[in-house]
C-alpha cells in the first residue's frame, strides 16, 4: 500500500576501484594525495597525516583510500579530520570479524554500497564502500593543510597494519552559492506495514547544480526502528537517511536534521526513549546528489515494517535545503594604467611618480570580487595611494569589490625613484565571474629615468665683454705697478 502527498513550497535565498566524482558545472581541478605508511594498528588509537597543498579553495567532491590488513576488521573504528577540525566517521565496527576486508577500499559518496549494510566476506577486499559518516562533510571547506586519518583498535588481541591512505580532492576557487528551501506540510499517517511518499517540487537557477543537501523530518513515531527514511532526487538517485535504526525509542524522529557535514552519524547516535534525535549524518551520504539537477520532484520515502496491528506513526512535516553551484554569470573588466612624474617636467632619480589606474566593467553583468595587483619593481619604492589597497613588497593590491555594469572606479599609486633607467609596470585586474575578454585583464606603464640635471652657466657675450675690460684694467695696473718699482 502506498501513500503520496504533494506540495510545493519554495523560497529562494541567495579490484581498484575508481574515484567517482560528479560533473561539475564549473572548472574543477583534480589532486591525488598519497601517503604509504607502515603504521602497526594496535588496541587504543593510531593517527597519521597527510599535508595537503596546492589544490584550490573549495571542496567539489573528495574521496578516501585505505590499504590495510587486520584480521578483525569490525574491531575498527576508522575518522578522518580535515585540516579545519571537520571530522567524518568512516567506519565504526563495520567488517565482522572478517579479515582484510579493507585492504583497498575507496570510500566515496558516489558508490552504491554502504558500509553499515555491506555483505562482508572473510578475505575479500571491498572495492568501493559509502563511508559511515559522509565525505561530503568537507564540501565548500578549503582542503589545503594537514589531514588526520585516525584508526582504533578496541580489542587487544588483534593487531594490523595500515599501509597507505590517499585522498582524491576535486576543488575550484569561484563559482556562484545559491541556497533554495522547500517544505511540505501536509499531515500524513503512516500505517503499520505500509511505505508512503510525500513530495516536495523545487525550481533554482538553470545551470546550476547541487553541490549540498540538507533535510529536516518530524515523524511523530512510536518504535524508531520500525522505520526506514529514504530520499530520492528528481534523477531518481536514493539514498537512506535511516534504516531501521533507534531500537524501540518512541519520539525520537519529532525534529531530526540530516546533514553530512554533522559529526555523528545516525547509526551511531545513542537513542533515548522521548528524546528527539536532533542534528546527525544520514546513512547514506546526501553529497551523493552532488552534480546533479534541483529540478522537480523530490520524494521521501517511508515505510513502517511494524506488526500491522501494533500503533503507527504520522509525518508531520519535512523540508529541503538545497546549495547549488554554477558559473558566475559573464563580465568583461578591464584596466588602463598611466604614469606622470611629480614636481617635474621629466622623471628624475630621487624624485617622485604618480600611478593612475583605472578599472571598467564592460558588462554585460555585474562583475564580483574585482581585484587589482600590481607587483613594483626594484626601481620604485611604494608611498601612498588614495584607495586603501594593501602593500606587501613587492605586491600591491587594490580589493575593489563588485562592480555595476558600467561602473568606473580609480586610483592613484605614489611612488619614489629610486634608479636610472627604462621603468616597466603591470597591473592586472581579475573578477570571479566569468570574463569573456582577457585581452584587456592588464596593462603597463613605462618611464625613462634621467639623472639629475646639474645647471651650468654659459657666459653671453656682454658677460665676456666685461671679463675682457677687467682683464685688460688688471694687466694694466700690474704693468704700471712694475714700471714704479723700476723707477
Not at 520515502?301 to 512535516?317: E, K
Not at 568583461?332 to 566593467?361: M, R
Not at 586610483?411 to 625613484?417: A, E, H, T
Not at 597591473?427 to 592588464?442: F, Q
Request: aromatic share 6%.
Amino acid at each position: 500500500m502506498k501513500q503520496v502527498s504533494i506540495i510545493l513550497i519554495l523560497i529562494f535565498v541567495s579490484a581498484n576501484a575508481h574515484s567517482i566524482s560528479p560533473v561539475a558545472p564549473i572548472d574543477v581541478v583534480e589532486n591525488q594525495y598519497l601517503m604509504d605508511v607502515a603504521l602497526p594498528i594496535t588496541q587504543g588509537t593510531q593517527s597519521n597525516q597527510l599535508l595537503v597543498s596546492g589544490a584550490n579553495l573549495r571542496v567539489w567532491d573528495i574521496d578516501l583510500r585505505v590499504a590495510l590488513n587486520h584480521p578483525a576488521n569490525g574491531e575498527l573504528s576508522i575518522r578522518l579530520t580535515s585540516p579545519l577540525g571537520v571530522v567524518s566517521v568512516i567506519s565504526t565496527n563495520n567488517g565482522g570479524m572478517f579479515e582484510d576486508v579493507f585492504s583497498n577500499v575507496l570510500f566515496d559518496d558516489q558508490a552504491t554500497e554502504y558500509a553499515t549494510q555491506y555483505n562482508y566476506v572473510d578475505g575479500v577486499g571491498v572495492a568501493t564502500l559509502v563511508p559511515e559518516g559522509a565525505m561530503g562533510a568537507f564540501v565548500l571547506s578549503d582542503p589545503n593543510g594537514l589531514w588526520t586519518l585516525e584508526i582504533e583498535d578496541d580489542t587487544p588481541a588483534n593487531d594490523g597494519l595500515l599501509l597507505s591512505w590517499e585522498l582524491i580532492i576535486n576543488s575550484y576557487n569561484n563559482g556562484q552559492i545559491n541556497i533554495f528551501d522547500g517544505s511540505n506540510d501536509t499531515d500524513t499517517p503512516i500505517p503499520n506495514n505500509t511505505q508512503v511518499e510525500s513530495e516536495i517540487i523545487m525550481v533554482g537557477i538553470l545551470g546550476q547544480q547541487v553541490q549540498m543537501v540538507n533535510v529536516t523530518v518530524v515523524i511523530a513515531n512510536q518504535s524508531a526502528n520500525e522505520l526506514s527514511i529514504e530520499l530520492e532526487s528528481p534523477a531518481g538517485t536514493r539514498i537512506p537517511l535511516t534504516l531501521n535504526n533507534g531500537g524501540n525509542a518512541s519520539g525520537t524522529f519529532e525534529g531530526v536534521f540530516f546533514a553530512d557535514p554533522l559529526e555523528i552519524p545516525i547509526s551511531d547516535h545513542p537513542f533515548i526513549d522521548g528524546i528527539p534525535v536532533g542534528n546527525v549524518q544520514p546513512e547514506g551520504a546526501l553529497s551523493a546528489f552532488m552534480g546533479e539537477s534541483m529540478f522537480d520532484t523530490w520524494t521521501l520515502i517511508i515505510t513502517d515494517a511494524n506488526d500491522p496491528n501494533a500503533q503507527s506513526s504520522r509525518l508531520v512535516i519535512w523540508g529541503l535545503q538545497i546549495v547549488t553551484l554554477g558559473s558566475l554569470p559573464p563580465a568583461d573588466v578591464s584596466i588602463e594604467k598611466g604614469v606622470v612624474p611629480i614636481g617635474a617636467p621629466d622623471f628624475t632619480l630621487g624624485g617622485q611618480a604618480l600611478y593612475t589606474v583605472a578599472v571598467t566593467n564592460n558588462g554585460p553583468n555585474q562583475a564580483i570580487n574585482v581585484n587589482v595587483s600590481d607587483i613594483l619593481p626594484a626601481e620604485l619604492a611604494y608611498v601612498s595611494d588614495n584607495c586603501g589597497g594593501i602593500f606587501n613588497n613587492p605586491l600591491w593590491e587594490w580589493n575593489i569589490g563588485d562592480l555595476n555594469n558600467g561602473e568606473f572606479v580609480s586610483c592613484d599609486i605614489v611612488v619614489d625613484i629610486l634608479a636610472t633607467g627604462i621603468i616597466e609596470n603591470i597591473a592586472i585586474v581579475s573578477t570571479e565571474s566569468e570574463d569573456p575578454d582577457l585581452s584587456n585583464n592588464e596593462d603597463d606603464a613605462v618611464f625613462e629615468v634621467m639623472s639629475v640635471n646639474i645647471p651650468v652657466s654659459i657666459p653671453t657675450s656682454s658677460t665676456i665683454s666685461i671679463l675682457a675690460l677687467l682683464a685688460l684694467m688688471l694687466l694694466f695696473g700690474l704693468t704700471s705697478l712694475f714700471k714704479f718699482k723700476e723707477e
